[in-house]
T-cell receptor
Framework: DSGVTQTPKHLITATGQRVTLRCSPR?????VYWYQQSLDQGLQFLIQ???????AKGNILERFSAQQFPDLHSELNLSSLELGDSALYFC?????????????????FGPGTRLTVT | EDKVVQSPLSLVVHEGDTVTLNCSYE??????LLWYKQEKKAPTFLFML????IEKKSGRLSSILDKKELFSILNITATQTGDSAIYLC????????????FGTGTRLQVTL
């Protein structure tokens, strides 16, 4: 158990709908990362937050948005869902940022949320 | 565009064999190379390599980074069936917007 929790575990929804995925980082971790893993694309970095602020953006679609709240939990919002959005969505957390030096960038992954869009 | 390439894509070995997994990278402002093991669900962290030529070891697993040739290897000796998994490497860049770029992984299957 990494200490990172994600809800829900599974989500099935129809095209065009909107869903919210939730992540609680490990105690003490300020950074939260979101990843998408699909069969044909592998693991893709979506977005990173550090202490409430967006710090890095990867291959995140405009239909997707995220935020990190004052209690450090994070939510990933996916809207106008398409069949191709079906994937495993992972959240990871780490203590700090790479630029702060040391080993503060070790990331710990949550169990993932499996999204199926029908 | 940042790129991480892993090879082989897949391999099957017998228990007790030694395997070497390869990871090459082309990343702007490279800082570190990370290895993960992914079994059924979430990846689990194995190693983070920042300095070139310094081997990191954890039991039967070891890894080393070559920052001149831009690659890393992950060695697993005396493989066991429990080593069967997808092994992912990721390159970390640094700066004001640090991010991880993942390779597509190497699928390792260890048979009896």
């Amino acid at each position: 158990d990494s200490g990172v929790t994600q809800t829900p575990k599974h989500l099935i929804t129809a095209t065009g709908q909107r869903v919210t995925l939730r992540c609680s980082p490990r105690s003490g971790d300020l950074s939260v990362y979101w990843y998408q893993q699909s069969l044909d694309q592998g693991l893709q970095f979506l977005i990173q937050y550090y202490n409430g602020e967006e710090r890095a953006k990867g291959n995140i679609l405009e239909r997707f948005s995220a935020q990190q709240f004052p209690d450090l939990h994070s939510e990933l919002n996916l809207s106008s869902l398409e069949l191709g959005d079906s994937a495993l969505y992972f959240c990871a957390s780490s203590e700090g940022l790479a630029i702060s030096g040391g080993n503060t960038y070790e990331q710990y992954f949550g169990p993932g949320t499996r999204l199926t869009v029908t | 565009e940042d790129k991480v390439v892993q090879s082989p894509l897949s391999l099957v070995v017998h228990e007790g064999d030694t395997v070497t997994l390869n990871c090459s990278y082309e990343v702007t402002n490279f800082r570190s190379l990370l290895w993960y093991k992914q079994e059924k669900k979430a990846p689990t962290f194995l190693f983070m390599l920042t300095s070139s030529g310094i081997e990191k070891k954890s039991g039967r697993l070891s890894s080393i980074l070559d920052k001149k040739e831009l690659f890393s290897i992950l060695n697993i000796t005396a493989t066991q069936t429990g080593d069967s998994a997808i092994y992912l490497c990721a390159a970390l860049n640094t700066g004001t917007a640090s991010k991880l770029t993942f390779g597509t992984g190497t699928r390792l299957q260890v048979t009896l």
